[in-house]
């Protein structure tokens, strides 16, 4: 205790001495001719004229742009109920206290109450439609809200009502009604497909909840995807500031358009490091009307669930150096099963246009029409095909039910390293499973992951390429398996099929 006595006392004498030496040393020099005051001093500054006069005009385009789309940036200020368990393990210890945020213990007693959480975002109002005004915003900013706020640049406060939320975008349409004579500024969008790389843009919104506030940046990229938060993937990046409240506020270009909405960051600390994510406006403006008329987006459905090959997979197949979709798994009795699509095929057009990879699809898709029909070119087998699929409306419902989903696994190349890692013999030949879908026909057929397929319908495969193949759904009525696993030859039940 004395040597912890020690250190701290030395602490405050060091303190206290440098303390006096500082104010000994300002003082001593605070009348010296060789001291220059900020607010006093005359340092000359000379800049080029023409230099000055083009800076000069970037900031005159800044406050312009500020100025006019602020009006129609407004602050999202949320409210959402939450019931947690209030069991309290320690009452018996003569504890009363409580969490406050509910028990983590969970609750044997069926003690329960409602709590509060409240929350910030932000938004753009992007159309007046009489006395509704309609603000665009994140789905998890206002999808889940049970009380809504919205706050407008000039401090006015009005009650919001959820019109439509979406999670696979994770956008959100609020309106609130506003009288005759209130004015209220509507934003103007832009053209989002027109944005390139070093395009410089400006985000407005309520970072942290500092209201009204702007950042500048430029485009770092286009066409990006990942973030976890739905699953419509392609956001234009930016280096221009945005954190946690900025979500819903519209990235602005420097003709005070709207071409984004910010919805994600990317980050280890929960604050900016400029990578920061929107929603390309483009992609948006169909749903506002959906929103407004119906109440939700209306998707097509091609009923195939889609995966990204590595370079390995797609050599193996000979789809190497080849942009596209690789179809992993087609939906029993979906619009692309009873379109002729095969699992294995690799999509590379759709209407004309050239596929880039799965979430280009995922978001070219979404756009289609129930009810029209769509052109794919696939490549099977090495030839292209071309397939004529009428679209469906897409249902939640249907597309996460794994028990429709064939085959339901994903195999990937038996390769010397998963051979010493699962000590799998060199004689056996086939391919490696290494994942199920739960309740899947695989799952129904015994298929787990880590079993070596080795033969469908009793014809051998020793790869990818002939795996695929024999999964021919449309010609077979019946499917059934020979597999690998722990050191012995099993074979599976059949699986029923329709001819397609």
């Known amino acids: 205790m004395k040597s912890v006595t020690k250190k701290i006392t030395g602490g405050v004498l060091a303190a206290a001495f440098t303390f006096v030496f500082l104010t000994f040393v300002c003082k001593a020099n605070s009348g010296s001719a060789n001291v220059a005051f900020a607010e006093t001093a005359a340092l000359d500054i000379s800049i080029p004229e023409d230099s000055i006069k083009v800076t000069q005009a970037l900031q005159t385009t800044f406050r312009s742009i500020s100025e006019q789309v602020f009006p129609a940036v407004v602050?999202?200020?949320?409210?959402?109920?939450?019931?947690?368990?209030?069991?309290?393990?320690?009452?018996d210890f003569g504890f009363g206290f409580d969490f406050g945020f509910g028990s983590p213990f969970g609750d044997d007693e069926g003690n329960t109450k409602e709590i509060e959480q409240t929350a910030l975002g932000s938004g753009v109002i992007v159309r007046k439609?009489?006395?509704?005004?309609?603000?665009?915003?994140?789905?998890?900013?206002?999808?889940?809200?049970?009380?809504?706020?919205?706050?407008?640049?000039?401090?006015?406060?009005?009650?919001?009502?959820?019109?439509?939320?979406?999670?696979?975008?994770?956008?959100?349409?609020?309106?609130?009604?506003?009288?005759p004579e209130d004015k209220i500024t509507v934003a103007k969008l832009g053209n989002s497909d027109t944005v390139h790389q070093g395009d410089i843009v400006l985000a407005l919104g309520s970072p942290l909840g500092y209201f009204a506030s702007v950042t500048q940046g430029i485009v770092s990229a286009t066409g990006r995807s990942g973030n976890g938060i739905g699953s419509i993937s392609d956001f234009i990046q930016t280096d221009a500031a945005i954190?946690?409240?900025?979500?819903g506020g519209p990235l602005v270009n420097i003709y005070g358009e709207i071409i984004g909405i910010n919805t994600w960051i990317a980050s280890n600390s929960g604050g900016n490091q400029g990578l920061g994510f929107s929603i390309p406006i483009n992609n948006i403006k169909k749903a506002i009307n959906e929103f407004i008329d119906n109440g939700e987006i209306t998707?097509?459905?091609?009923?195939?669930?889609?995966?990204?090959?590595?370079?390995?997979?797609?050599?193996?197949?000979?789809?190497?150096?080849?942009?596209?979709?690789?179809?992993?798994?087609?939906?029993?009795?979906g619009p692309a099963i009873k379109g002729g699509m095969k699992v294995g095929d690799y999509i590379t057009e759709l209407n004309g246009v050239a596929i880039k990879d799965s979430s280009q699809l995922v978001l070219e898709v979404g756009k289609l029409i129930a009810g029209s029909k769509a052109e794919f070119k696939v490549i099977r087998g090495g030839k292209t095909v071309t397939l004529n699929i009428l679209i469906e409306k897409r249902?939640?419902?249907?597309?996460?039910?794994?028990?429709?989903?064939?085959?339901?696994?994903?195999?990937?190349?038996?390769?010397?390293?998963?051979?010493?890692?699962?000590?799998?013999?060199?004689d056996v030949k086939g391919v490696f499973v290494a994942s199920v879908e739960p309740k899947?026909?695989?799952?129904?057929?015994?298929?787990?992951?880590?079993?070596?397929?080795?033969?469908?319908?009793?014809?051998?495969?020793?790869?990818?390429?002939?795996?695929?193949?024999?999964?021919?759904?449309?010609?077979?009525?019946?499917?059934?398996?020979?597999?690998?696993?722990?050191?012995h030859t099993l074979i599976s039940s059949q699986f029923p099929l329709k001819k397609r």
């Open 129 to 179: 439609n009489k006395n509704t005004v309609y603000v665009l915003t994140n789905n998890h900013v206002a999808g889940g809200a049970d009380s809504i706020k919205i706050k407008l640049n000039d401090k006015r406060e009005f009650k919001g009502k959820l019109v439509g939320g979406d999670e696979r975008m994770d956008i959100a349409l609020v309106s609130f009604e506003v009288s």
């Open 75 to 91: 602050e999202v200020d949320v409210t959402s109920k939450k019931t947690v368990n209030t069991y309290n393990p320690f009452k």
């Open 395 to 426: 249902s939640n419902e249907v597309a996460v039910n794994t028990s429709k989903v064939w085959p339901g696994f994903t195999p990937v190349a038996l390769t010397d390293e998963i051979r010493k890692q699962m000590k799998i013999d060199d």
């Open 299 to 333: 998707y097509g459905w091609l009923g195939a669930s889609l995966m990204e090959p590595n370079e390995d997979f797609k050599k193996e197949l000979g789809l190497d150096q080849k942009d596209g979709a690789f179809v992993a798994e087609l939906f029993l009795e």
């Open 440 to 487: 899947s026909p695989a799952a129904s057929l015994n298929i787990t992951k880590g079993v070596v397929i080795t033969a469908i319908n009793d014809k051998k495969i020793t790869n990818l390429k002939e795996f695929y193949a024999e999964l021919d759904t449309q010609s077979k009525d019946k499917v059934w398996f020979t597999y690998w696993k722990d050191g």
């Open 243 to 247: 954190n946690q409240g900025n979500s």
